[in-house]
C-alpha cells in the first residue's frame, strides 16, 4: 500500500501559517458547496486556530491594537477595512485613532475575517474622549 503525501500538517513556522491563510481564503472566497472543499476550510480553519491559540498573545493588546496587528499582518491598509467591514473610511479612522468603539456588527465581522474570537475584540479600552468603551 502507498501512502499518500498529507496535503496539510500542523503548523511549525511563520510561513507555512501565512500559506494556510492564504490557502483558506482562497478557498472561502470559492465558497463552494463542495463537501470536500467544506472539510479543507474547517481542517485549515482548526490548524489556523491552534496556531493563534499558541503563538498569539491577544489578551496583551487592546481590541485597537490588536485590529493594527491583524492588519500589518495581512498586508492591508485601512482603505482595505472599508470593504471589509462596509463601513466609511471616518468611522475605520475613528476606531483606529481611538475616537469610537467598535459596533457589534464590526466586531462580528472582524471576528469572522481575521478568524479570532470576538471576544478579542469585544474588552474595554480607553477613547482619546476619556470615555470607557466595550
Known sequence: MVMQKMKYTVIKNKSQYYA???ALEQLVDMASKDRNQKDEIELLTLLIEKW????NSFSDLDPVQLLRSLIDDHQLKAKDLVEILGISKGYVSDILNYKKGFS???IRKLSAHFKVSQEA???RYD???GV???
Open 20 to 22: 494556510y491563510c492564504d
Open 127 to 129: 477613547l482619546k474622549t
Open 104 to 106: 457589534k456588527e464590526v
Open 52 to 55: 493563534d491559540a499558541v503563538h
Open 121 to 123: 475584540f469585544n474588552r
Open 132 to 134: 470607557s468603551e466595550k
